[in-house]
């Protein structure tokens, strides 16, 4: 080989590699753009999270709340309901005295 096939065979290695590396900046731009894509996603997305959290929270509150108060009504009528039975009971045992009395 001469010089001048020296040069031209290492003029085409660099234009090789020139291509080579133009083709890899794109792959890189390309995942650069499709991670900024992702990381955007993401930040969406733990927004979307953190709101719901927010509305469980809430519900989750009011459902505490919900409970007492029927815990308390279920008191209530289970100390109404023994004290109907009981004066019905008491009714009925006066009707059937006065039944057999007469």
């Known amino acids: 080989m001469d010089d001048g096939q020296l040069v031209q065979e290492q003029q085409r290695l660099m234009d090789q590699q020139d291509s080579h590396l133009d083709i890899l900046a794109a792959s890189i731009s390309r995942q650069h753009l499709l991670a900024n894509d992702i990381g955007g996603e993401l930040e969406s997305q733990v ?3 953190e709101s719901l959290e927010e509305e469980v929270d809430n519900t ?6 919900a ?4 815990d308390r009504v279920a008191r209530g009528v289970g100390g109404n309901l ?8 008491i009714l009925i045992l006066l009707v059937l ?3 057999f009395k007469t």
């Open 47 to 49: 927004g979307l999270i």
């Open 67 to 70: 409970r007492q108060k029927l």
């Open 97 to 99: 005295i006065v039944i």
């Open 60 to 65: 989750h509150n009011r459902l505490g709340r």
């Open 82 to 89: 023994s004290t109907m039975v009981i004066g019905l009971l």
